[in-house]
């Protein structure tokens, strides 16, 4: 009979404060020629036998210390066998061959693909004795074992992440996390087939992770007193506080995001030439939005130079379709139409006529319950669409003019 060997996968989780240290090694280059630097966050880890999953927490960059142009990760892996062995439960002797097959990896945010290094390591042959009857023992004839037999001996693997939509990420004051894992296990061939196995596997690893940095005084964050407030159900209002800077070109570019981590801005607002400007902007939820939002906002200079601010969070529920009556409806040929507690904001009526032609459009700011007489028009069939200009969702109805 033929054993199946044993596998040890035990999840465990690590969570690592990296060591600061100030390198001379830069990747990007910075605006206006001022020298760009680097942050290393590196540390070293012994990872105990059968442990084969670790999670590693790296600070983020201070979104108010300056721009991070590019996150090169390192992992350099010295793999250690703690034990391989196997054992003959046949009768007769028998010769073995053990294939150890092993790969490290790491994933996280902003790599492409994984960190991966594999290795594939033959031991033997082994000549078996027959069974001694005892099993588990671990001597005798019958058994062979390798112990703490180090297989890669500080293998570097390294990958830098340059993409701006991937660098958003690494801005804040919490961490974010990657995975280190270790798959090993035994490949065992045995001439007659019957045999227990085992195996063991640890590793030294150090990691890397350099952030390449413009300083902060190369140009201001001129942005303060950054607020959102539920202006309503499904809409947030952003308030910001500038200080005008004549000597650079720069927008801002409000951000949602719905996990605290992937952002995408939601407009643009240009920079306010007045001085100690006040900024605002309203974001309102498609019908498809509700829960937790995360808010930030993003400064874009001429020269792709970006800073961010802090992130706010709140809660709003789903936006629904503008709803509105027509007014007399048939009509005589007057247009109108009634809102009931609508709340409020700039719409656009379009109206069309049985062959699909525009012939009319008109914006209406609403507010509250409201009427309003938009148009007068000849006999026909007509179909009326109202739009709200910011959330961009519509309705249409149906008009008969007598």
């Given at each position: 009979?033929?054993?199946?060997?044993?596998?040890?996968?035990?999840?465990?989780?690590?969570?690592?404060?990296?060591?600061?240290?100030?390198?001379?090694?830069?990747?990007?280059?910075?605006?206006?020629?001022f020298p760009p630097g680097s942050t290393l966050f590196?540390?070293?880890?012994?990872?105990?036998?059968?442990?084969?999953?670790?999670?590693?927490?790296?600070?983020?960059?201070?979104?108010?210390?300056?721009?991070?142009?590019?996150?090169?990760?390192?992992?350099?892996?010295?793999?250690?066998?703690?034990?391989?062995?196997?054992?003959?439960?046949?009768?007769?002797?028998?010769?073995?061959?053990?294939?150890?097959?092993?790969?490290?990896?790491?994933?996280?945010?902003?790599?492409?693909?994984?960190?991966?290094?594999?290795?594939?390591?033959?031991?033997?042959?082994?000549?078996?004795?027959?069974?001694?009857?005892?099993?588990?023992?671990?001597?005798?004839?019958?058994?062979?074992?390798?112990?703490?037999?180090?297989?890669?001996?500080?293998?570097?693997?390294?990958?830098?992440?340059?993409?701006?939509?991937?660098?958003?990420?690494?801005?804040?004051?919490?961490?974010?996390?990657?995975?280190?894992?270790?798959?090993?296990?035994?490949?065992?061939?045995?001439?007659?087939?019957?045999?227990?196995?085992?195996?063991?596997?640890?590793?030294?690893?150090?990691?890397?992770?350099?952030?390449?940095?413009?300083?902060?005084?190369?140009?201001?964050?001129?942005?303060?007193?950054?607020?959102?407030?539920?202006?309503?159900?499904?809409?947030?209002?952003?308030?910001?506080?500038?200080?005008?800077?004549?000597?650079?070109?720069?927008?801002?570019?409000?951000?949602?995001?719905?996990?605290?981590?992937?952002?995408?801005?939601?407009?643009?607002?240009?920079?306010?030439?007045?001085?100690?400007?006040?900024?605002?902007?309203?974001?309102?939820?498609?019908?498809?939005?509700?829960?937790?939002?995360?808010?930030?906002?993003?400064?874009?200079?001429?020269?792709?130079?970006?800073?961010?601010?802090?992130?706010?969070?709140?809660?709003?529920?789903?936006?629904?379709?503008?709803?509105?009556?027509?007014?007399?409806?048939?009509?005589?040929?007057?247009?109108?139409?009634?809102?009931?507690?609508?709340?409020?904001?700039?719409?656009?009526?379009?109206?069309?006529?049985?062959?699909?032609?525009?012939?009319?459009?008109?914006?209406?700011?609403?507010?509250?319950?409201?009427?309003?007489?938009?148009?007068?028009?000849?006999?026909?069939?007509?179909?009326?669409?109202?739009?709200?200009?910011?959330?961009?969702?519509?309705?249409?109805?149906?008009?008969?003019?007598?």
């Open positions: 009979m033929k054993y199946i060997y044993s596998k040890f996968f035990i999840v465990f989780s690590l969570f690592v404060t990296m060591q600061l240290l100030n390198l001379t090694t830069t990747y990007a280059q910075c605006p206006y020629g590196d540390t070293t880890i012994n990872t105990p036998p059968g442990i084969n999953i670790l999670q590693i927490k790296v600070p983020q960059a201070d979104p108010m210390a300056g721009m991070v142009t590019c996150l090169r990760v390192c992992i350099s892996i010295t793999g250690v066998v703690d034990s391989v062995s196997v054992e003959n439960n046949s009768a007769s002797s028998q010769t073995a061959d053990v294939y150890y097959i092993r790969t490290d990896q790491v994933t996280g945010p902003g790599l492409s693909s994984p960190l991966t290094n594999s290795i594939n390591h033959h031991y033997g042959p082994y000549n078996l004795g027959p069974s001694d009857g005892i099993l588990g023992i671990g001597s005798g004839p019958d058994f062979v074992a390798i112990s703490k037999d180090t297989l890669l001996n500080a293998v570097t693997v390294c990958q830098t992440i340059t993409n701006l939509d991937s660098l958003f990420q690494f801005y804040g004051h919490d961490s974010i996390t990657y995975n280190y894992s270790i798959t090993a296990f035994t490949n065992v061939t045995c001439t007659g087939g019957n045999y227990n196995s085992t195996v063991a596997t640890s590793a030294i690893v150090r990691f890397e992770f350099e952030y390449c940095t413009c300083p902060g005084y190369i140009l201001p964050l001129n942005l303060r007193n950054f607020m959102v407030t539920k202006a309503a159900d499904n809409k947030a209002k952003l308030n910001w506080a500038g200080f005008n800077d004549p000597g650079y070109s720069y927008h801002y570019e409000p951000q949602i995001s719905q996990d605290g981590i992937h952002f995408s801005s939601v407009g643009t607002v240009p920079k306010n030439a007045s001085v100690n400007d006040m900024y605002d902007f309203t974001y309102t939820t498609r019908q498809d939005e509700s829960g937790e939002f995360f808010f930030r906002v993003k400064q874009v200079y001429a020269n792709g130079y970006t800073r961010f601010s802090d992130v706010k969070q709140v809660t709003l529920k789903n936006s629904l379709t503008p709803k509105f009556i027509i007014s007399p409806n048939p009509s005589n040929g007057i247009v109108g139409i009634k809102f009931d507690n609508n709340e409020g904001g700039k719409m656009m009526l379009e109206i069309f006529n049985v062959q699909g032609q525009k012939v009319m459009q008109k914006e209406i700011v609403v507010s509250g319950t409201s009427y309003h007489q938009v148009a007068t028009l000849q006999s026909g069939v007509y179909w009326l669409r109202l739009t709200d200009v910011t959330s961009q969702l519509s309705g249409v109805n149906q008009l008969f003019i007598k």
